[in-house]
């Protein structure tokens, strides 16, 4: 059986977690995906826990399917043996600032020249044309001006970051999907195309889809308080799993026909006739009361309770699994959604991608160690035993 990706052969030179989440993405669906690494290689091969060197949690967690190759381009002969890899490249990505790419004669031009079919993209902290395009950015900086820092603060009262690196993993998935998109216009008109793929907006457009809110009415005052931004319900300080008698569930009845019930079997009919909850915008309005009288009730017996409740009901309703529950989860367990792979150093546990194509299945690999691949790869591409040796010094 073929690949979805088969064929397209991907050149990464992206670190961190940003642009390595994009291309593992691509890797899963069946891309070879070649890590030009530096000779220190990706930062985060020394990020949280490992058995060995250069081979952290991090990294592991971003990187499977993929080849490593180390080219130290501050070198000739290392720039010159990307330029050749990329001569037979499909995708390039980096996610340097553009006058550290144009300082090693890698902008996107010069490139694009040498090989127009190639999709070339700037995995970039700010679009271009702004007046942040040159700064450095990080999934923190970026969580604080995209407003997902605010978020945190109108919902507990504290500025705080989202407990992950959601920044990074929003830009990964736009840099996925426009490479792909990319590669699609290709295959209708033969050229590839400079591609930009900037976090800050990024995140911000993923956050504005409910929280631009009220700002889409243009012609409204801004400081007028009903056409705020912030989607209410979700910024709601009782928007949280509800505590029982013996610990958490998490609740969430949508339709009118869901609360209608759910009010009904509590014991609580006046609710369902209250014109307060009446409707989706009146529950919207007054979500607030909404959600402490849930609380109330939810409060009065225990978990599996009102998870069973909820079954008999059909009713959205799920415990609170901790991270470490996750892996023995019965739904992932049944899946077959961690996956255990095993080399000469030991046993690795991984995720595997949640999607699933019908035909075209990509088996997980370990991610590789730094430079696994330099020699092979350079051969692939044609360069001699000589011209290898220059380039790795």
């Known amino acids: 059986m073929g690949t979805a990706l088969e064929g397209i052969r991907v050149l990464d030179l992206t670190t961190v977690v940003f642009g390595p989440y994009a291309s593992l ?9 070649i890590k030009i690494e530096s000779p220190a290689g990706d930062p985060v091969r020394e990020a949280g826990p490992g058995a060995e060197e250069r081979y952290a949690a991090l990294f592991l967690g971003s990187n499977r399917n993929k080849r490593s190759v180390v080219l130290d ?24 600032r553009p006058h550290k790419m144009a300082a090693l004669g890698l902008e996107p031009e010069s ?11 700037e995995l970039a902290g ?27 603060r109108r919902q507990t009262g504290e500025a705080r970051y989202l407990p992950t690196i959601i920044a990074d993993k929003i830009g990964g998935l736009t840099a996925a999907h426009a490479i792909l998109a990319a590669l699609f216009q290709r295959e209708r008109t033969g050229s590839g195309q400079l591609v930009e793929v900037p976090m800050f907006e990024a995140m911000t457009s993923f956050l504005l889809t409910e929280h631009f809110h009220a700002r889409h009415f243009a012609d409204q005052d801004e400081n007028d308080h009903g056409r705020a931004a912030g989607y209410t319900r979700i910024l709601s300080p009782w928007r949280r799993p509800y505590p029982t008698l013996d610990g958490h569930v998490c609740l969430m009845p949508y339709s009118d026909r869901h609360w209608s ?15 307060r909850l009446a409707d989706l915008g009146a529950r919207t309005r007054h979500v607030d009361e909404l959600y402490g009288l849930i609380a109330g009730i939810l409060a009065t017996d225990t978990t599996e309770h009102w998870l069973e409740l909820c079954r008999r009901l059909d009713l959205p309703a799920a415990p609170v699994n901790r ?12 899946v077959g959604f961690f996956v255990e792979l095993t080399d000469a150093t030991g046993s690795y546990r ?8 019908a035909d075209s299945a990509v088996a997980p690999a370990l991610p590789p160690r730094l430079g696994a691949d330099t020699a092979a790869v350079l051969r692939e591409a044609g360069l001699s035993e000589a011209e290898i040796t220059a380039v790795r010094g």
């Open 73 to 96: 381009l501050k070198r000739d002969a290392a720039r010159e043996a990307l330029l050749r890899l990329a001569d037979g490249a499909d995708v390039i990505m980096h996610s340097m």
């Open 126 to 152: 700010f679009g271009a044309g702004g007046p942040y395009r040159e700064r450095p950015a990080y999934d923190d900086i970026v969580q604080g001006l995209s407003g997902a820092a605010d978020l945190m």
């Open 323 to 334: 991270l470490e529950d996750l892996e023995h989860d019965p739904h992932l367990a049944e």
């Open 261 to 275: 019930s759910f009010f009904v079997e509590t014991g609580h009919p006046e609710l369902a006739a209250d014109p």
């Open 111 to 121: 490139v694009l020249a040498r090989n127009p079919r190639l999709i070339f993209a």
């Open 25 to 33: 993405i691509l890797a899963d669906y069946g891309a070879e995906v």
């Open 350 to 357: 991984f995720p595997r991608s949640p999607v699933r194509l």
